[in-house]
């Protein structure tokens, strides 16, 4: 069915005229701007919704991969590479920016500490990949 952009006009200027008589042609304006106000309000609200949302999902990234990182440390260790110094160094770099163990450190600092647990963690895959398959007893693939 095609549009017709006469009709279209017209059915719109219909609507607006119940709207205005709904409303009140006295009131309109102020309907229009508090309307606005309200959505300001509640876009707000959602961005400061996912703002929090937010800090969580990183703060549970961080965790996640920061013990990812010492999982493959240990594994790197058990199979001989170079795994402790890198483990140190990143172990002690994610407390000072996790605020060890301060839950309210801010968003930068656990997003800083995200980056170095995932920078360790890929610097260990690498690591392991590149020593040859990893085996369940620790030893070098065959």
Known sequence: MRR????LVWI??????????VVGTDRFWF???????LVGYWVGEI????????????RALAL???????ALCWLAARRGAAARGIGLLVALLFLVLAGGG???AGSARWAGA???AGLGAAVMTRRLRTAGSVTMVGRPGR
């Open 102 to 104: 301060d839950y309210g």
């Open 114 to 116: 995200l980056l170095v």
């Open 4 to 7: 017709d952009p006469v009709a």
């Open 64 to 70: 996640g991969v920061f013990a990812t990182f010492v």
């Open 47 to 58: 961005i400061a919704d996912l703002s929090g949302l937010t800090i969580e999902l990183v």
């Open 31 to 37: 309907q229009i701007l508090n309307t606005l106000h």
């Open 12 to 21: 719109g200027g219909l609507a607006l005229a119940a709207v205005l008589y």
